[in-house]
């Protein structure tokens, strides 16, 4: 059974980090491009970022309005994948999903609130 | 970037009765490899969303067969041929030709 459980979560100030991860299990995680997709309370989703396999370099992809601030890895040998947030900002606050590429798979979710 | 536009916004529907969201991009969803990457998802409330349907017409395993999914460039149909109770929640399009977007979402429930 494929399962994706997202850690992390909690409050964090403006202009503060937090790193999310992702542990994945049920499939050949190596093989497979993860990506993240939020969701703010009471809104719809956005797509936030994606990693490729090392097979096909292992390079992400952000949407614009995290670029530069954050920043998606991976560590096969753990079966997990991370999102490092750096300077966050209030409009960061949501409700993170961990996701194959594909989107057949979500986890449950982490929630990040950033208030002062 | 390519914008997702659902209509409607919110669909009410009664027991038994057919039910139909549309989705429009603003380019054509049709990748350089002849597919369309559009995809439905489903969230019930207070869950994770959930694959209904992929590039455009496939419909996951799992999935009843009163949903069904239609459409091609441009202009994209989710149907439900008879609403039950369990259908409750928010419907979202999401075009992965270029890069990835999502509709708004439209929010199905019962009269």
């Known amino acids: 059974e494929v399962q994706l459980v997202e850690s992390g979560g909690g409050l964090v100030k403006p202009g503060g980090s937090l790193r999310l991860s992702c542990a994945a299990s049920?499939?050949?995680?190596?093989?497979?491009?993860m990506s993240w997709v939020r969701q703010a309370p009471g809104k719809g989703l956005e797509w936030v970022g994606r990693?490729?396999?090392?097979?096909?370099?292992?390079?992400?992809d952000y949407a614009a309005p995290v670029k530069g601030r954050f920043t998606i890895s991976r560590d096969d040998s753990e079966n997990t994948v991370f999102l490092q947030m750096n300077s966050l900002k209030t409009e960061d606050t949501a409700v993170y999903y961990c996701t194959t590429e594909s989107y057949d798979y979500w986890g449950q979710g982490t929630l990040v609130t950033v208030s002062s | 970037d390519v914008v997702m536009t659902q209509s409607p916004l919110s669909l009410p529907v009664t027991l038994g009765q057919p039910a139909s969201i549309s989705c429009r991009s603003s380019q054509s969803l049709v990748y350089s490899d002849g597919n369309t990457y559009l995809y439905w998802f489903q969230q019930r409330p207070g869950q994770s969303p959930r694959r209904l349907i992929y590039?455009?017409?496939n419909r996951d395993s799992g999935v009843p067969d009163r949903f069904s999914g239609s459409g091609s460039g441009t202009d994209f149909t989710l149907k439900i041929s008879r609403v039950e109770a369990e259908d409750v929640g928010v419907y979202y399009c999401?075009?992965?030709?270029?890069?990835?977007?999502f509709g708004g979402g439209t929010k199905v429930e019962i009269k």
């Open positions: 999401m075009q992965g030709t270029h890069w990835r977007t």
């Open positions: 990693i490729k396999r090392k097979t096909d370099a292992g390079t992400a």
């Open positions: 590039k455009v017409s």
């Open positions: 049920g499939f050949t995680f190596s093989d497979a491009w």
